[in-house]
């Protein structure tokens, strides 16, 4: 059995003694033993949001006009709506490892989408900020799954990404095309509704 004397450092392992980093192998098996100042009670790269941190309606729209050089407006989900994103990993350690998953995610404030007066005129609407949080792991496939929190559809995706697949490249992604309210409704397409069918709120 091998003992190190290790510094926790830059979520990275260190020996203390020959300062190199140790590498824990993925699903082995370690006992930790720290003074208890040195545990967190919560992962500080994950930090649940706060009842008081979340918008209503009221105050989502008081924050949404504040956006600098704000043309138009309309919220395009209420909170508490789901959206669901796949991913495909590439790189697997076994034949038996899920290559496939499902995430929903569930919006903690209404989503609104907008553009500005300063915006090329061919550039579309996009979404604004909006508190959610990746709650589900569809198929299962995640072993010891945990919430994501997250301050955009795109923060949701790319710290998914970073949480759970970290050897499978950068998370480069649009949220219009990878995100969906059910399956052949992408956010591209609510997003084309949205520009053609409903009035906008002007600023």
Known sequence: MKSYNIIYKNNKFYDQHTGRRVFPKDGGNFLIAGDNEAFNEFDPL?????????????????????????DSFVVALKAQTDIFFDFSITKVKNEQEPKHYRFRIKLLEDLYLYKCTTWDEAKKPTFYECRCVVLEDIHENVNFFEEIYADSLNDAYSKTRQFYFPNQGTAGASVYVVMELSENSSLEALRDRLIEQIPWNRA
């Open 46 to 70: 994950n930090v649940p949001h706060r009842e008081d941190e979340i918008l209503n309606s009221i105050q989502k729209l008081e924050k949404v006009k504040t956006i600098k050089n704000l």
